[in-house]
């Protein structure tokens, strides 16, 4: 695998999931986690939920398992595994599944809403918008699937840079 990527994978212990990128080899053990792999980068593997084993090929001692919040690296330069002692950033935070229930609520408290609930900068400028009312039932949902949820509902279209969410009309709404 080359690239980043998010998973949610079901426990199976006869049918393990193997993930081989980055210089490692990632094991998947009933979890949600992102693998970023870029070339002539550090490798990183960070957990949501459940547990992960990530080790160097060829290196049964460089195994390290991973549990919710846990972040490890591989240093492609030093050939070693460095675990990371502080939660991921809340760029992870955003897979976290969460219940938010809505019922006749302005877009703009919503998006406020949404700003706590994932730590993120979730907006719009335009004014028409944000005074939109919404009923929605986010049951079990991450912010990708709510923002997406929105998106296909109001016939907007978002951007997202890194802990920056700008939400944008597509076409003129009617409030119904």
């Known amino acids: 695998m080359t690239g980043e990527a998010f998973f949610e994978v079901t426990k199976d212990h006869a049918h ?8 490692v080899i990632t094991k998947v053990w009933g979890t949600s986690f992102r693998i970023r792999a870029y070339q002539e980068a550090a490798t990183e593997v960070s957990v949501v939920t459940g547990k992960v084993s990530v080790k160097i090929p060829d290196n049964d001692k460089s195994e390290v398992m991973l549990l919710p919040t846990q972040k490890v690296t591989y240093q492609l330069a030093g050939d070693y595994l460095k675990r990371d002692k502080e939660k991921p950033a809340s760029s992870m935070r955003i897979w976290q599944k969460t219940t938010l229930v809505f019922d006749n609520v302005s877009l703009k408290d919503v998006l406020i809403k949404l700003d706590k609930q994932y730590g993120m900068h979730i907006r719009t400028d335009d004014k028409e918008l944000s ?14 699937a709510i923002l997406d949820m929105i998106e296909n509902s109001l016939n907007v279209s978002y951007t997202m840079d890194d802990t920056d969410v700008i939400l944008y009309r597509n076409k003129p709404l009617t409030n119904q």
């Open 16 to 23: 393990p999931f193997i993930i081989y990128g980055g210089g």
């Open 131 to 144: 005074n939109y009312s919404l009923n929605a039932d986010f049951t079990g949902q991450n912010l990708p």
